[in-house]
C-alpha cells in the first residue's frame, strides 16, 4: 500500500468524526484533497493518476478509513464505484478523459435506486434517450451517496434495447440534487435524491455508447460496492473491538476491571472472533478480485453479508460493554451501531444476499 494513504486519511480526519457525524456533512476541502491524493479511489491505475493499489491492499485501506468515520468510507465507496464503472465500461477516451479528473480531486457519485427500485434494480425506470447526437435523461433517483458533494454523477438508466450508465456533470440544466434530511447511518456521507428532468448531454457521455443488459450492468458495479461495503465493516468492527476492550481494560466494577466479569470477557471474545472473521472473508473475496476468479461475484455478496451481519451485532455488543458511555451521539460505538444497521441494507439488503447465496448453495448441489 502506498505509505502515506493511511497517514493522510489519519491526519485529515484526526478527531473531527464525531463533530462531522453531528454536523451531517465533511467538509469538501478534505474530500477533495483525499481525492487529489488518489485515496477516494485508490484502484485506479497509475496510467490515470490513480494509486493502482490492488483490491486487497484497497481493502485493508477502507478499512482504515472505515476505523475512523464511515462516512468518509461511504464516499470512498461511492467514488470507487464510479471510477470502477467508467474504467469497465467507459471507451479508451472516456476513461481518458474521466478518471484523471478522479484522481484530482473531482468527487464524483453512483445513482442506482429510485423511489420503485431499490433491491429490485430491474424496475429502474430512468429513460436515456438519442436525439441526434445528444442524449436525454428523466428519472428520479433517491439515497444517492456522495451525491451531496457531486461534481460528476454515473446514472444508471434504460438506454435502446437495454441499459447505461451516463456521466453527468452535477451542474448540467436539469440536474436537481436533494440532500436527505437526517439519515439514520453515515450521516455525512452525502446521501441524496436527485432529479434528471429533460436532462441533455453529448451522446459521448454516455459510457461505451451502446446498450448494455441491465442485470450486467448492475452487477459488476455492485461487486465492487459490496466489497467496499465488507471492508468498511471491517473497519466498523475493529472500532468497536478498540473501544470496549480499552473500556473493559479502564473501567472497574465491584473491585476489578470490567474485563475481569465472564460475561463481558465473552463479549471480547465475541469480538474478536467477529473481527478475524470479516476479515478473512474480505481477504477471500478480494483475492478472487485480483485474480479474476469466476466466484468474485459470489464471494463479494458472501463478504458483504457476512461483514455487514458481524459489524451490526459488534456495534450493539460494544454499546453493551460500555453502556451509558457508549451512548452518548456521535461518539464511536454511537456513530458504529447506527452506521452499521445501514452497511446492512445498501448494495443488496441482508434479504437480498440471503437468496443470491441460497442459488448459489442450490447450484452447487446439482
Not at 484522481?103 to 429513460?127: C, H, K, M, Y
Not at 478473512?280 to 485474480?291: F, L, S
Not at 468474485?296 to 463478504?303: G, H, K, N, R
Request: some cysteine.
Amino acid at each position: 500500500m502506498s505509505d502515506d494513504l493511511p497517514g493522510l486519511i489519519s491526519a485529515e480526519v484526526g478527531d473531527r468524526a464525531a463533530a462531522w457525524d453531528l454536523a451531517g456533512t465533511i467538509p469538501v476541502e478534505v474530500l477533495r484533497r483525499l481525492g487529489a491524493a488518489g485515496a477516494l479511489c485508490a484502484e485506479v491505475p497509475a496510467e490515470y493518476g490513480g494509486p493502482g493499489l490492488s483490491s486487497r491492499r484497497n481493502g485493508e485501506l477502507t478499512a482504515h478509513a472505515g476505523t475512523l468515520c464511515s462516512s468518509l468510507r461511504s464516499v470512498m465507496t461511492s467514488q470507487g464505484m464510479a471510477a470502477w464503472t467508467i474504467q469497465r465500461f467507459g471507451t479508451r477516451r472516456q476513461r481518458a478523459e474521466a478518471l484523471p479528473r478522479l484522481t484530482r480531486g473531482d468527487l464524483a457519485a453512483v445513482a442506482f435506486s429510485e423511489p420503485q427500485a431499490g433491491s429490485d434494480l430491474s424496475a429502474i425506470a430512468t429513460t436515456v434517450k438519442d436525439d441526434g447526437d445528444t442524449v436525454v435523461l428523466n428519472g428520479h433517483k433517491v439515497w444517492s451517496t456522495a451525491a451531496g458533494y457531486a461534481d460528476l454523477l454515473v446514472v444508471f438508466g434504460r438506454y435502446q434495447d437495454g441499459a447505461a450508465a451516463v456521466l453527468v456533470p452535477t451542474t448540467t440544466p436539469g440536474v436537481t440534487v436533494r440532500p436527505v434530511p437526517q439519515p439514520l447511518g453515515c450521516r455525512a456521507a452525502g446521501h441524496a435524491d436527485v432529479l434528471l428532468e429533460d436532462v441533455r448531454l453529448p451522446a459521448a457521455q454516455v459510457l461505451s455508447g451502446t446498450g448494455q443488459s441491465l442485470p450486467l450492468l448492475t452487477t459488476l458495479a455492485l461487486t465492487y460496492g459490496r466489497m467496499s461495503v465488507a471492508w468498511g465493516c471491517v473497519g466498523i468492527i475493529r472500532s468497536c473491538l478498540r473501544a470496549a476492550a480499552a473500556h473493559a481494560r479502564d473501567r472497574e466494577q465491584f473491585g476489578k476491571p470490567l474485563a475481569e466479569h465472564q460475561l463481558i470477557a465473552r463479549h471480547l471474545a465475541e469480538l474478536l472472533v467477529a473481527e478475524q472473521t470479516a476479515t478473512r472473508v474480505c481477504e477471500h473475496a478480494a483475492g478472487c478480485w485480483d485474480d479474476r476468479s469466476p466466484e468474485l461475484s459470489t464471494a463479494a455478496v458472501l463478504a458483504k453479508h457476512v461483514a455487514a451481519g458481524h459489524a451490526a451485532r459488534s456495534a450493539a455488543t460494544a454499546v453493551q460493554v460500555l453502556a451509558s458511555a457508549g451512548s452518548v451521539d456521535g461518539e464511536p460505538v454511537a456513530r458504529a451501531y447506527r452506521d452499521a444497521k445501514l452497511m446492512q441494507i445498501i448494495e443488496g439488503s441482508e434479504e437480498i444476499c440471503q437468496l443470491i447465496l441460497a442459488e448459489r448453495a442450490l447450484e452447487g448441489a446439482v
